[in-house]
């Protein structure tokens, strides 16, 4: 499977060489921290940043998985996916490609939340918890990148994956326990929060946060990415343009 | 080397290729064909991208739907638009392929490659600051770096300058005087006419002639060029309504 780590390897250098899309890619998530961690009024904490720090983590995650998705079509677009599948290479190297960089992507501006999230004077934790905070990170990431790049695969134009972006991103940041926590929530928003797959990573590493071991949280994320990977893996061996 | 036979692919009502039979040997071989005509769909059955509705075709022996990854690893396919990484040098766009097709001496091959199709020097640059003619002939140095038996050319020459086009042909010859087959789509029938060592006009997913430019431009007449073979065997929607287009041709050569 080396030629996983070819496509990865290809995504990050173009992604690296476009100086303003890193820059922005890194910055936003910060401003979000900074903006709705100090900034939001709320009564049922008296630290807020130490409650959102988790739910903008995973947002991120959740943005640049789905954002993923782009990279995709416009590989389509652009006449790359009919140059790779005409290639002896396993075509599911691609999506496992792809799936890796926009995780790596992720963490990397996850990596960059933390560190502002500790200066903050959010609580730092012990090593085992911040490798399980990545951890849970990646599989979140796993989950949707995979979706988006399937999802990449079969539209055909920009437009339309921005349109399926905005529609799916949205509704399930702000139904998931990202900004409050159940016990505030009004009964139709606890039942879908409950249900939310956003929830269970925001619940995972604010758990991680607060000093616990998410265990069910992690087996249902590592389920889930593990089933929409599978389903990804079928998608690409038998895709055709 | 290309054994096409009863090849068919419909979308849902419309026939794309009909019962397409074909055999292609160490040759330039150029299907040519009005837009719409069924060349690309032919070509993307024939680089395992789609597949066939009904009827087979084989590439070096292999079947392209049973194995498809053989016949991969035979061939190489270097689509109509130009895609190339703009961020990524010349060289890193090359050795990206090289390393996907598993070459052992990488490197080597990649300097080849690129020395092959005259970019050496420029192969440390960034493609976004490639002309065209340049941006072509990288495509073809990443198809070529596996040696593949096959090479799929779909319109090589797209929006390329005079001397840009010039030196593909000139490249696409040198290929196949190494040995390789070439299967092409082109819309300009001069340059098939030239290089072309046998040509195919497909209309309305049927071959309606093959053979040598120079056969089928005699078979026709004196004075006449593949434009006119080309003219002769497709129907334009004007001339499917009634308009008598050998009339009007007649009527412009008397001026």
Request: positive net charge; proline residues 4%; charged residues 20%.
């Amino acid at each position: 499977m080396r030629a996983v780590f070819y496509y990865f390897e290809r995504d990050l250098v173009k992604w690296l060489r476009g100086r303003v899309t890193v820059i922005s890619s890194l910055v936003m998530p910060a401003a979000w921290l900074v903006f709705v961690g100090l900034a939001l009024p709320t009564k049922f904490t008296d630290n807020y940043l130490e409650f959102i720090t988790p739910g903008i983590l995973v947002m991120t995650m959740l943005f640049s998985s789905l954002q993923g998705g782009s990279l995709m079509i416009f590989d389509k677009i652009l006449g790359f996916l009919n140059k790779f599948l005409a290639m002896p290479s396993p075509r599911e190297s691609m999506l496992y490609g792809k799936i890796l960089f926009i995780s790596v992507r992720g963490l990397m501006q996850a990596t960059v939340i933390l560190l502002i999230a500790a200066l903050l004077g959010v609580r730092i934790l012990n090593p085992v918890q911040i490798v399980l905070i990545y951890l849970t990170l990646f599989l979140f990431s796993a989950f949707f990148s995979a979706l988006s790049t399937m999802i990449g695969l079969y539209l055909s134009d920009h437009d339309s994956y921005s349109a399926v972006n905005s529609m799916i991103s949205m509704p399930l940041f702000f139904t998931s326990s990202a900004l409050m926590p159940y016990d505030v929530m009004p009964a139709w928003l606890k039942t879908l929060a409950k249900l939310n797959p956003v929830s269970y990573a925001i619940d995972s590493t604010r758990m991680l946060f607060e000093g616990g071991i998410p265990v069910q949280g992690l087996i249902s994320l590592t389920i889930g990415a593990g089933i929409m990977v599978i389903l990804g893996t079928y998608q690409f061996r038998k895709a055709c343009v | 080397m290309i054994e096409i036979r009863k090849l068919s692919r419909s979308f849902g009502n419309l026939l794309a290729v009909d019962n397409l039979d074909l055999d292609v040997e160490n040759e330039i071989f150029g299907l040519l064909g009005p837009n719409g005509a069924g060349k690309s769909t032919t070509v993307m059955m024939l680089t395992t991208l789609l597949k066939p509705s009904s009827g087979t075709a084989k590439i070096c022996v292999y079947d392209i739907v049973k194995e498809s990854k053989k016949v991969r690893s035979k061939i190489s396919y270097v689509p109509q638009d130009m895609a190339v990484d703009r961020k990524l040098t010349g060289r890193e766009n090359v050795l990206l392929y090289a390393k996907l097709y598993g070459i052992p001496d990488k490197n080597s091959k990649v300097n080849e490659a690129l020395e092959m199709m005259e970019l050496s020097d420029r192969a440390g640059d960034l493609v976004s600051t490639y002309s065209g003619g340049m941006r072509r002939r990288l495509e073809l140095a990443q198809a070529l770096v596996h040696e593949p038996e096959v090479l799929f050319l779909d319109e090589p020459t797209l929006g390329l300058d005079v001397s840009g086009r010039k030196k593909i042909w000139e490249h696409i010859r040198m290929l196949k005087a190494k040995g390789m087959t070439i299967f092409m789509t082109t819309h300009y029938l001069e340059e098939a006419e030239k290089y072309c060592n046998r040509v195919a006009i497909i209309d309305k997913g049927r071959i309606a002639v093959v053979g040598s430019p120079d056969n089928l431009v005699i078979s026709i007449g004196e004075d006449t060029s593949l434009n006119d073979v080309f003219l002769e065997n497709v129907k334009t929607p004007e001339e499917q309504a009634g308009f008598n287009s050998t009339q009007f041709r007649n009527l412009l050569r008397r001026r």
